[in-house]
């Protein structure tokens, strides 16, 4: 056995201390971070996605904001999927191809203005890709990781979970659309997404 802690090089998440104190037993590197994989109990932690409510820390899912007056042509430049009719306060699923058609990533494009998108990344350096094409091609965008941290709500229960904390307003939330809230005078952005 052997133990793998924070570091520069492995930053934990803003949920790290609760993660511990609920019982995580192993974790994996994802983007550079320490992500949960189990609580100890396999069974049950299926039990309560299939019959419960079950909530994880990926925050490892960063966020790629893509800023500026040219955000929505890098986001399109990105992905082959057609992202013109995307509205503000909605999500796409997006495929993002390298110059050989390869897959390299999966997020979910989030449109939170006009010149404002985030990523939401699985596990490779986005950030630095999108970065290299938007100076490659001249483009007024500013490429970051803003501070966002990731927590998902998921099961057959999850919806009234959400709602006794925000309000119905969440059930109105279409798939892959988002809205802004507050908790505990903490801005959130929660989003529908599965």
């Not at 056995?1 to 993660?19: C, E, K, N, V």
């Not at 994802?30 to 949960?36: E, G, K, Q, S, V």
Request: proline share 7%; hydrophobic share 40%.
């Amino acid at each position: 056995m052997f133990t793998i802690s924070p570091s520069a090089r492995l930053r934990p998440s803003p949920f790290y201390g609760a993660t511990l104190a609920e019982g995580v037993c192993a974790m994996t590197s994802y983007n550079n971070m320490l992500m949960p994989t189990s609580y100890g109990d396999p069974d049950e932690e299926y039990r309560r996605l299939i019959e419960g409510v079950s909530m994880w820390d990926v925050a490892v899912e960063r966020q790629v904001q893509l800023k500026g007056p040219d955000a929505g042509r890098l986001a399109q430049i990105l992905s082959p999927r057609d992202l013109s009719a995307c509205k503000v306060g909605q999500g796409k699923y997006v495929p993002l191809c390298n110059h050989r058609g390869v897959l390299i990533n999966d997020p979910i494009v989030m449109k939170r203005g006009d010149d404002l998108y985030w990523l939401s990344i699985a596990d490779s350096n986005v950030w630095f890709w999108a970065e290299a094409i938007a100076c490659e091609r001249g483009l007024d965008v500013e490429v970051s990781e803003p501070d966002v941290s990731p927590l998902a709500v998921q099961g057959p229960k999850a919806e009234e979970v959400v709602a006794a904390l925000f309000g119905d307003w969440v059930r109105d939330l279409k798939y892959f659309w988002f809205a802004d809230a507050r908790i505990d005078g903490i801005p959130v952005v929660v989003a529908r997404s599965g």
